[in-house]
């Protein structure tokens, strides 16, 4: 069953218009319960409205990047759909999402560093 998640909701207030932060998008991570989601392979469609202006690679970091590392790009693009409410909206997320991955596929933490090093991270750089 796919979950449809309203990423507005994950805002700090109803002012703001771009998601910005590493702890924020950690938190966000949490609360969506992403590692028990990504345990079972759920499939998930992230709604971006209108109005919104993008995500800093902070946040993009925060909220994906452990599940990009540990499943894998393939993975994270066949169960992770983003929608756009209007074609605007999904130009200024697009470029966005692109560079989170790239930043996610370079990054090296304590989580992932002796799968790195090892070489099993499935890193898929051109996709």
């Given at each position: 069953m796919e979950k449809l998640i309203y990423l507005k909701k994950y805002l700090p207030t109803s002012n703001h218009n771009y998601f910005n932060g590493r702890p924020e998008g950690k938190d966000t991570r949490i609360?969506?319960?992403?590692?028990?989601?990504d345990e079972k392979k759920e499939k998930l469609t992230f709604f971006v409205n209108k109005g919104l202006v993008g995500m800093n690679v902070s946040f993009f970091l925060g909220l994906f990047s452990k599940t990009i590392l540990k499943c894998g790009l393939e993975d994270f693009k066949n169960?992770?759909?983003?929608?756009?409410?209007?074609?605007?909206?999904?130009?200024?997320?697009?470029?966005?999402?692109?560079?989170?991955i790239k930043a996610a596929l370079r990054e090296t933490n304590p989580e992932n560093?002796?799968?790195?090093?090892?070489?099993?991270?499935?890193?898929d750089r051109n996709n």
């Open positions: 609360s969506l319960q992403l590692d028990i989601k169960r992770y759909i983003f929608e756009y409410e209007d074609e605007d909206t999904k130009k200024l997320f697009e470029k966005d999402i692109e560079y989170g560093l002796l799968d790195k090093l090892r070489g099993n991270i499935n890193n």
